[in-house]
């Protein structure tokens, strides 16, 4: 069974899909980190995000690998030829690079098919932008993850800080916007929802709340 999680920063797809996998005792897939690392090697490398030659050679070249903990199955760092690349890839200035990359339907076309490869060792949680869309339009179980601007940036301000980001509330705010703007009106695998997603609201829901809605519906389709 594969289930896709799509939705705009915030919204909750990432903490989510990690406790659904493991409670479905399933694989996840995290295609937000794919893109992270190409835009990660395209700054290392002085790639301007704007040579679209450039950027697709090094899509088509880095070799992207996620390394699993042994008990829970649950992937516990992102590797790029070589180099433990986990917490680089997570920062404001990535945040800022990264849907350039990500707009790139020749970027995307490197990046899909390696997607695709992860749902051959059985079930398969995958989140992202697209992949009810695109990348697993036949998943048995779509769900578009969605919640109020305001929750979504307090969400992502309380992450930035844990991490020892200092950044304003409302800088991160704007930089979210931009993001999801960017993301929903590109040309090449828009942020949308499916037309057969489930549509659920997070903003005032627990962790907890979300991912039993999910895993009741997954245990009804499976
Ligand atoms: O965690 P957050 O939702 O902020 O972002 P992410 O899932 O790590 O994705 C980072 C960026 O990668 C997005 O803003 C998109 O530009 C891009 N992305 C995409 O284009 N397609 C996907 N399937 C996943 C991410």
Known sequence: MIVAIDGPAGSGKSTVAKALARRLHMHYLDTGAMYR???????????????VEALATLAREIRIAFEHDEVTGLPT?????GDDVT?????????????AVARLPQVRAAMVPIQRDESASGGLVAEGRDIGTVVFPDAEL??????????????????????????????VR????ARDTADSSRE????????DAVLLD?????????????ARLAEERA
Request: hydrophobic share 45%; net charge negative; aromatic share 2%.
């Open 202 to 214: 997070t903003t005032g829901l627990t962790i907890d709340e979300v991912v039993e809605r999910i």
């Open 77 to 81: 760092r992102v590797m790029v030829d």
């Open 37 to 51: 690392s190409v835009a990660l090697a395209a700054t290392q490398r002085g790639i301007a995000l704007d040579d």
């Open 188 to 195: 090449a695998a828009p942020l949308a929802a499916a037309k």
């Open 174 to 177: 704007e930089r979210m916007d």
């Open 142 to 171: 779509k769900v578009y993850l969605t919640a109020s601007a305001e929750e979504r940036a307090r969400r992502r301000h309380i992450e930035l800080a844990d991490r020892g980001e200092l950044i304003g509330a409302d800088a």
């Open 87 to 99: 917490l680089a890839i997570r920062t404001p200035q990535i945040d800022d690079a990264v849907s």
